[in-house]
């Protein structure tokens, strides 16, 4: 099992262009989590999907965040217009729970640290 | 405010001895918690968990501790190694409106030293 892939590993960017980062959860895992970690927040929930329906987003921080999840293998966060202050490690993870279920173990991706400039 | 607290964020051991990491939380509904480990450009991973039906849960070297009247949890590591040395975190799970999602205090640094 190759775990939870993210990329790009590292993102250099310059505030007002788009970023892009993206997920494949484990297979067959139900449940994907984007997180945000800084020094002075942690790691923060910014959204989580169940079945690639998007359950709960209050954790994104503005309307400059988006999230999609096509399908059961893939998602996407996109930051548009980025703003330095969204310089951070962003973490995906995905969890093998359902709807319901108490399986509450996350599977954590490498992380994408992103710069914004 | 901050719902799970981990108030030291770093602590420096020496080799075979052991490290207690410490951590509190303020919701009393939160029945189920984890403990994470993260070494750097690495995302974390899950080490440790324990249901509020207990008050110890153990594997190897790892020992979790719940007082669940102090809202206080603590992980213990016996013998201390240099490779325990990582960022630990405590995460609660919320069983609330977000159907069980975790939330993270911001991590304790362990320093193993040879």
């Known amino acids: 099992d190759a775990g939870v892939i993210q990329s790009p590993r590292h993102e250099v960017t310059e505030m007002g262009q788009e970023v892009t980062l993206r997920c494949k959860p484990i297979s067959g895992h139900n449940s994907l989590f984007w997180y945000r970690q800084t020094m002075m927040r942690g790691l923060e929930l910014l959204i989580y999907?169940?079945?690639?329906?998007?359950?709960?987003d209050s954790g994104m921080p503005e309307d400059r965040f988006s999230a999609k999840m096509p399908n059961a293998s893939f998602s996407t966060l996109k930051i548009q217009p980025s703003e330095p202050r969204d310089s951070a490690v962003y973490f995906c993870?995905?969890?093998?729970?359902?709807?319901?279920?108490?399986?509450?173990?996350?599977?954590f991706g490498p992380g994408t640290r992103l710069l914004v400039l | 405010d901050q719902q799970v607290k981990q108030n030291s964020p770093s602590l420096s051991v020496q080799e075979g001895r052991i490290s207690i990491l410490n951590c509190d939380y303020t919701n009393s509904m939160f029945d189920y918690f984890l403990w994470y480990k993260k070494y750097p450009a690495e995302g974390p991973t899950f080490l440790i968990s324990?249901?509020?039906?207990?008050d110890k849960n153990e594997d190897g070297r790892f020992t979790v501790f719940l007082n669940k009247s102090a809202k206080h949890l603590s992980l213990h590591i016996v013998p201390s190694q240099p490779g325990d040395s990582a960022v630990y975190f405590c995460a609660a799970v919320d069983y609330g409106g977000s159907q069980g999602n975790l939330i993270f205090g911001k991590g304790t640094k362990l320093s193993v030293k040879p």
């Open positions: 999907f169940n079945n690639n329906v998007p359950i709960d």
């Open positions: 993870a995905s969890s093998p729970r359902g709807a319901g279920s108490h399986q509450e173990t996350q599977y």
């Open positions: 324990i249901s509020s039906i207990k």
